[in-house]
């Protein structure tokens, strides 16, 4: 799915059509709530940025383009933005999970 060139992507990959992309722009200084449903199914890449996870302990974890991501289950409460682009997530998952 990627020429070798750069960081990993999803958006210079072509999908099949089993595949479903959802793209999350966290704009510098922004925060989203993490809601487990909706990543659920997902890997994720940071196309660019980067972005603080911060679970529920308080601890957190930076993340920075090209990193591939499995959010799923996982005890965050929240994704930050800290830097001074936007952090752009795209998420990839199957267009008709089987049921969990």
Excluded: K
């Excluded at 479903?20 to 722009?25: D, H, P, Q, S, Y």
């Excluded at 200084?29 to 659920?40: M, P, S, V």
């Excluded at 289950?73 to 267009?95: C, E, I, K």
């Amino acid at each position: 799915m990627d020429d070798g060139e750069g960081p990993f992507s999803f958006l210079r990959s072509r999908l099949g059509p089993d595949m479903g992309m959802r793209v999350v722009a966290l704009p510098p200084g922004g925060a989203l709530d993490y809601d487990e449903a909706d990543w659920r199914d997902a890997i994720v890449v940071i196309e660019q940025g980067q972005v603080e996870l911060e679970a529920v302990s308080g601890a957190r974890q930076t993340v920075g383009c090209g990193d591939v991501l499995w959010l799923a289950a996982l005890p965050l409460r929240a994704l930050h933005n800290r830097g001074a682009v936007t952090a752009l997530l795209v998420a990839v998952s199957r267009r008709n999970p089987p049921d969990a």
